[in-house]
């Protein structure tokens, strides 16, 4: 796909989008869009962006670097959905507005100590392993609330929500599960007194069933942008 279709795809994308809120009660601005570049050219972001998309995904450092410095001139908003490694927080913490990956209190700490000063806090979610999968980063639930409550006491971080990366399933109700799940965490940790208003959860295969669920914030790389182009 050429970075010329994609304004097209993008219509088609947030048509989708809002009919998944509408049948879900809610608004089509209740819901983010956030464009997952992970081995995509730089020209189908760059289009992406001319076309009025806001907020941008990467998983690796480095390819994200690149991306951020020739994308520079553009006020977009950039989000770290990748493996966080404890070693490499301080480029994340300096160059990110938001990190959806963090599951551990060390590496909340580095973040925390990292991020620069003259910004903004870093609005960060909390990944949680809703089914256990040893393949896959992300707190067990049974850890989260102890969690949570620690990375909202530091200093720097904007502890915004919960994100989660469910096993695939083709089954719309079995997608709806997983997400019904992370909803369901996100409202007890909000009943015991946090004021969380981020679910990161849906990507290109089951983001409406995630809208469905209260997605408020849907990352979608292959509809948007096509197949990628390297892995
Ligand atoms: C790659 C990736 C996505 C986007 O996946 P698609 O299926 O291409 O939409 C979303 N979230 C995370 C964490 C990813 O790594």
Known sequence: MGPQNLPLRLAEVRARMAQAAAA???S????????VGK???????AAAAAAGVQDFGENYLEEARAKIAALQD???TWHFIGRLQSNKTRPIAEAFAWVHTLDRLKVAERLAAQRPFHAPPLNVCLQVNLAGEASKG????????GLAAAVAALPRLRLRG???LPPPEQER???RYWFAQLRMHLERLNGAGAALDTLSMGMSDDF???????????RLGTVLFGPRSVQ
Not at 28 to 35: I, M, N
């Open 24 to 26: 879900a009660g809610r």
């Open 28 to 35: 089509a601005q209740s819901v983010t869009l956030l464009a």
């Open 39 to 45: 081995a995509q050219p730089l020209e189908r972001l």
């Open 74 to 76: 553009r006020t977009l």
């Open 138 to 145: 992300g707190v067990a639930p049974q850890e989260l609330p």
């Open 162 to 164: 919960l994100m989660c």
């Open 173 to 175: 109700a079995r997608q």
């Open 208 to 218: 409406e069933a995630a809208i469905l669920e209260g997605a408020t914030i849907v």
